[in-house]
C-alpha cells in the first residue's frame, strides 16, 4: 500500500501543498483531480523523490518510498519529452532495465523477453525500431506504456496518459489499468476529465493544495466539492 502522512511541500516560495494525507491499498486504480496549480504533478514528483519534501512521510508497503523507488514506474505527460531526440522504440522501452542492469553492461535475455511481452501487450512491438519522433500521438504513449510494464513495476504512476490519443490507444490503457489492477499493482493517475471517465478509479483524490476530498466517485464529485476545489464557475458548468 501507499501511505502518506502530513505531506507539504514549499516549492521555491510557493506553497504547492499543504498537510495533504491519504491511504491506497494495493490493487487500486486512483485518480488525482484538480484543477491547474492544484499541486497535482507536485504530488507525484514528491512521491518519486524528484522535489524537496518540507514536511511529511511516503510510505509503501510501510516502508520509506526514497529507499524502494525501484519499485516504481512513472509515465509523464507527453509534452515534457524531448520527442526530437534519436531513440527507438526498442531502446524506450529497454530503458526500463538501465538501472538494475548498468548503463554499459549488456541486457539480460530476461531483460530482452520483459521489452518484446510489454511492447507486444500494446501492439507496438512490431515498430520496434522506429524512431520514437516519428510515431503519432497514441502510438508514443503506448510506447511510454510499454516502458513502464517491462519494469515490473509495483506503484505505477501516470500523468494525464489519456490526453491527445487515439480511441485504439485508450481502450489499450484501459485494459493495461485493469489487468495490472488485478494483479496487486497500485495506481495513481493524474486526469483532468471530470466526465464518465471517472467511472474506472476504485476512488479518487481531488486536491487544490490541500486534499479537498478522497472517496469513490460519488463521494468526491459533488457540488460542494467541486465549488471547494475549482469556484462556483466549474460547479455551474459540471452540474
Given at each position: 500500500?501507499?501511505?502518506?502522512?502530513?505531506l507539504s511541500i514549499d516549492y521555491r516560495g510557493t506553497l504547492a501543498l499543504h498537510n495533504v494525507s491519504f491511504f491506497v491499498p494495493a490493487g487500486q486504480l486512483v485518480g488525482i483531480i484538480g484543477p491547474n496549480g492544484a499541486g497535482k504533478s507536485t504530488l507525484v514528483e514528491a512521491i518519486l523523490n524528484l522535489v524537496p519534501v518540507t514536511q511529511g512521510v511516503i510510505r509503501?508497503?510501510?516502508?520509506?518510498?526514497?529507499?524502494?523507488?525501484?519499485?516504481t514506474a512513472y509515465v509523464p505527460q507527453r509534452s515534457y519529452i524531448d520527442w526530437d531526440y534519436p531513440v527507438t522504440v526498442w531502446n524506450?522501452?529497454?530503458?526500463?532495465?538501465?538501472?538494475?542492469?548498468?548503463?554499459?553492461?549488456?541486457?539480460?535475455?530476461?531483460?530482452k523477453?520483459?521489452?518484446?511481452?510489454?511492447l507486444e501487450r500494446v501492439g507496438m512491438y512490431e515498430l520496434r525500431h522506429r524512431p520514437i519522433g516519428?510515431?503519432?500521438?497514441?502510438?508514443?504513449?503506448?510506447?511510454?506504456?510499454?516502458?513502464a510494464l517491462a519494469k515490473e513495476a509495483e506503484l505505477?504512476?501516470?500523468?494525464?496518459?489519456?490526453?491527445?490519443?487515439?480511441?485504439k490507444t485508450e481502450d489499450i490503457i484501459f485494459d493495461v489499468f485493469q489487468e495490472l489492477r488485478a494483479a496487486g499493482k497500485t495506481l495513481l493517475v493524474i486526469n483532468?476529465?471530470?466526465g464518465d471517465s471517472l467511472a474506472i478509479y476504485d476512488q479518487l483524490l481531488l486536491l487544490n493544495k490541500r486534499l479537498i476530498a478522497q472517496g469513490t466517485r460519488h463521494e468526491v464529485v459533488t457540488s460542494d466539492n467541486l465549488?471547494?476545489?475549482?469556484?462556483?464557475?466549474?460547479?455551474?458548468?459540471?452540474?
Open positions: 500500500m501507499l501511505e502518506i502522512q502530513n509503501f508497503k510501510g516502508i520509506s518510498l526514497k529507499r524502494q523507488l525501484l519499485k524506450v522501452v529497454m530503458m526500463a532495465q538501465t538501472v538494475q542492469t548498468g548503463l554499459f553492461n549488456k541486457f539480460s535475455r530476461q531483460a523477453h520483459l521489452a518484446r511481452t510489454a516519428e510515431l503519432s500521438g497514441g502510438q508514443q504513449q503506448r510506447v511510454f506504456l510499454a516502458r505505477l504512476i501516470f500523468d494525464e496518459p489519456f490526453t491527445a490519443v487515439d480511441r483532468h476529465d471530470l465549488e471547494r476545489a475549482y469556484g462556483r464557475g466549474l460547479t455551474r458548468v459540471f452540474a
